[in-house]
């Protein structure tokens, strides 16, 4: 396979359990792919409606320069987030 200009990118993911998301499953203005087990969730800067549940994990991704978040079943949880059932 012969690739030409730039390489491709590679981009951050944060994991997280399915258990923080808010059961409004209400993602704002992010946009969001449904999958077998949750949800991926693109992080955007210029989503202006926030939900507050969503906030602290949308600034934990861009602490970490993470551009994508992955709300599965399978993934740890996080302490000290809000837990939902």
């Keep these: 396979m012969t690739m030409t200009g730039s390489e491709p990118t590679v981009v951050a993911m944060l994991d997280v359990s399915t258990i923080h998301v808010h059961p409004s499953r209400d993602f704002g203005d992010h946009r969001v792919a449904e999958h077998e087990y949750g949800w991926i969730v693109f992080v955007s800067d210029i989503a202006e409606n926030e939900p507050d549940w969503l ?31």
């Design 55 to 85: 906030k602290p994990i949308i600034a934990a991704a861009r602490e970490r320069d993470a551009h994508i978040i992955d709300f599965d079943a399978d993934a740890d949880e996080v302490e000290g987030w809000e837990k939902y059932e």
